[in-house]
């Protein structure tokens, strides 16, 4: 057998077994509650699934000096269904302040207390992929305006309004 061949065959092996012995790492639960959904199912794996806040309004603090503009940049979103929902623009640049906007979003999984949702707002045209992280209350927004062809990131603090 070619050396090559064999370090082909053996590396993977060797790998495999280094990393059998490994210990797992979890991490710790956040200390503090912030209200929303009990976040301690273990469960794996990607699935379709409704977000735990139906029937909920929850804030959305992106903090100052977004990239929309200076200020404070706070929304809320209320989920009316698995697919619906009205997101209203709290504090915020002019031109988007107390803009109400209904949403008609799709949600997938990613782990116990994260989700994937993504929606087109109908009023200023924007594409929106929110990971909403009910454990940590945090999300992370991507918002793309092909009207100005740009793609802009967000990070805030997520917590239940009501």
Request: aromatic share 8%; glycine share 8%.
């Given at each position: 057998m070619e050396f090559s061949r064999f370090m082909r065959a053996a590396a993977p092996l060797a790998l495999a077994l280094c990393c059998i012995s490994a210990p797992s790492v979890e991490?710790?639960?956040?200390?503090?509650?912030?209200?929303?959904?009990?976040?301690?199912?273990?469960?794996?794996g990607y699935e379709d699934a409704?977000?735990?806040?139906?029937?909920?309004?929850?804030?959305?603090?992106?903090?100052?000096?977004?990239?929309?503009?200076?200020?404070?940049?706070?929304?809320?979103?209320?989920?009316?269904?698995a697919s619906q929902a009205t997101i209203k623009v709290i504090q915020g640049p002019a031109m988007y302040q107390g803009l109400t906007q209904d949403i008609t979003y799709t949600s997938t999984r990613l782990r116990s207390c994260q989700y994937v949702l993504t929606w087109h707002e109908p009023k200023t045209g924007l594409f929106?992929?929110?990971?909403?992280?009910?454990?940590?209350?945090?999300?992370?927004?991507?918002?793309?305006?092909?009207?100005?062809?740009?793609?802009?990131?967000?990070?805030g603090t997520l917590f239940r309004a009501r």
């Open positions: 991490a710790e639960p956040s200390p503090t509650s912030r209200g929303g959904p009990e976040c301690t199912a273990r469960e794996r409704t977000v735990p806040a139906v029937g909920q309004t929850w804030t959305l603090d992106f903090g100052v000096n977004s990239p929309v503009g200076p200020g404070p940049f706070v929304a809320t979103i209320a989920f009316t269904s929106v992929t929110q990971v909403e992280d009910y454990s940590e209350h945090r999300a992370y927004d991507t918002v793309v305006d092909p009207a100005k062809g740009t793609m802009i990131h967000f990070t």
